[in-house]
């Protein structure tokens, strides 16, 4: 696993592109994409530890952003269509639109944008949208724990976000505008933290090398922990399930008391995450070599 400072201008895949190409491998994903213009923190997976990406994929994130109040776009952000202009922005306060903002944060149903990877019917919406069809994605839930005005330099309007996994900041700064009555976009964009990591910990993409590559277990550490005897861990990684109790006198536990999946490891080093099916933990997703 490694922290990668995405600049703005290339994909995310770009970037997947050059960490593949530097360390010499076609395994490689990412813990949830930028847009081009953003910039920001990337957590990229290689390896066996990709199959390990859905156990961090509700990690919360923090970004750092500016919505420029008074014009809407059709993508929501500075790459789309101008649809509508407003002079509204000039009336407004710095505490009008701190309060705005403020009023954005909790659980609320949110509509992602028309041009972003929902699928609809099974197709990414963003398809859709480039051939001109009408595109309106369901709302989904989502959650924004931190919401404040950093800056009010009219009509851009600086904030600081934490938020859910599958929160759109655009879909955010949308929202903020139509609130204001003046309509709104995301000319900017950096995400500063994934999960327990900060943008400050990253690294250029074409700087990465194998050495400083991170302990992927970090991706299960919300899981309830089993270790693993020498004749267990070889029966893990042949697939084959083992004991929910501990089989190691030294780390014995009478009983695993969790359902779901478990995080097996064997001196201290992660070997696969298994699934609890009755009084064994059947291995679901190996990640250590024989």
Sequence with gaps: MFLVAKPAGPTSHDVVDIVRRVLGTRRVGHLGSLDPFAEGLLVVVTGRATRLAPFAAGWEKAYEGMIRLGTTTDTDDLTGRVQAA???WRTLGREVVAAALAAFRGVREQRPPAYSAVKIAGERAHRRARRGETVAPAARRVEVRELEL???????????????????????ARDVGEALGCGGHLVALTRTRVGSFR??????????????ARDPAVLVAGLARRDLDATERDAVVHGRPVPVGSG????????LTV??????????????VAEVQGDVLKPRVVVAEE
């Design 199 to 212: 943008l400050a910990e990253a690294i250029a993409p074409a700087a990465v090398t194998a050495a400083q």
């Design 259 to 272: 359902a779901g999946n478990v995080a097996l490891f064997h001196r201290d080093a992660l070997v696969a």
């Design 150 to 172: 950093m800056a009010w330099d009219p009509p851009d309007a600086r904030f600081r976000a934490t938020v859910s996994a599958g929160t759109y900041l655009r879909s955010l």
């Design 248 to 255: 190691n006198r030294e780390t014995r536990e009478d009983s």
């Design 86 to 88: 407003s002079e509204g």
